[in-house]
C-alpha cells in the first residue's frame, strides 16, 4: 500500500501515475485526462506541492518530471508522510525508515 502523506489529494497519485508514464506532464496536457477531473488551476497547485515535497521537478513552463521519490512512491517504496525510504530502500535523499542515514 501507498503511504500517502496527510498533504496529499487523490489527484496526486492520478498526476504521478501519468507523469511516470509520459516521462513528463505539462499541466495543460495533465488537465485534459479523463483520470484527473479538476481544474487547471489545481492540477497546478497539486504540481507544485508534489515539487516542494520532492516527487516532482519541475522544469519550466509548467513542465514537471517525476523523481526517484515520486517513483519509489508510486512503487511502495516510500513514505511520503515522513519523507523516508520504507524498506532499506535508496536512501540517497536522506534517511531510511529506521531513520538512520545509509551510504
Known amino acids: 500500500m501507498r503511504q500517502s502523506g496527510t498533504w496529499m489529494t487523490i489527484w496526486d497519485d492520478r498526476i504521478l501515475e501519468i507523469s511516470r508514464d509520459e516521462d513528463a506532464g505539462r499541466v495543460g496536457d495533465l488537465t485534459e485526462r479523463d483520470a484527473i477531473r479538476i481544474s487547471p488551476s489545481s492540477v497546478s497547485r497539486r504540481c507544485k506541492k508534489l515539487a516542494e515535497h520532492g516527487l516532482l521537478t519541475p522544469l519550466g ?29 535508496d536512501s540517497r535523499d536522506g534517511p531510511s525508515a529506521s531513520g538512520t542515514t545509509q551510504s
Not at 519509489?72 to 532499506?88: I, K, P, S, V
Open 61 to 89: 513552463n509548467g513542465v514537471y518530471t517525476i523523481t526517484e521519490r515520486g517513483e519509489a512512491y508510486l512503487d511502495e517504496e516510500y513514505d511520503a508522510e515522513n519523507e523516508t525510504y520504507l524498506n532499506g530502500g
